[in-house]
């Protein structure tokens, strides 16, 4: 099963008045190792580094239990969730809390706890919603399993 990369770049992009600006964004890219996040992010961002050079800060693996992508254009922010998932431990009497990292794709933070709310309506174990942030992430790129060679 393929990782999840929280990823950073920088590269010149021209801005509305016609002048190159330096940007940071964040992308979430799934894959195996380093070297196919690297060639992806290259790959995905060729387009946008016409005017200079695409820098890689960073490339940090994370633990994911879910992403919730949307098919809505005007979704474009991505939120990420810290879910509890409620267990009782028996032998000791008290109750358990594991925490699972969740990212969803949504146009607001009201919208976003609505549709990890609706998401979760299925799962049978007990649960609470610690925390919702928004996150500077640009776009998610899963491995698309219906190419050959990926």
């Known amino acids: 099963m393929a990782n999840w ?18 940007t940071s ?14 060639a992806r992010l290259t790959e995905e961002l060729s387009s946008f580094t016409s005017l200079g050079e695409l820098i890689i800060n960073t490339i940090k693996r994370i633990k994911l239990a879910e992403l919730f992508l949307s098919d ?21 009497g008290v109750e358990k809390r594991t925490a699972a990292a969740m990212i969803v794709q949504s146009d607001s933070l009201p919208n976003a706890l609505k549709r990890l709310e609706k998401e979760m309506s299925t799962t049978l174990s007990p649960y609470e919603i ?6 500077i992430i640009m776009d998610a790129w899963p491995i698309d399993f219906s190419k050959p060679n990926e």
């Open 5 to 22: 990369f929280e990823c950073k770049v920088t590269y010149e992009k021209m801005v509305d008045n016609g002048t190159p600006k330096r």
């Open 72 to 92: 809505h254009p005007e979704d474009d922010r991505f939120y990420r969730c810290k879910v509890n998932f409620i267990s009782l431990d028996e032998t000791r």
């Open 25 to 38: 964004e964040g992308y979430l890219v799934q894959g195996d190792t380093y070297t196919e996040i690297e």
């Open 130 to 135: 610690a925390a919702i942030t928004e996150t």
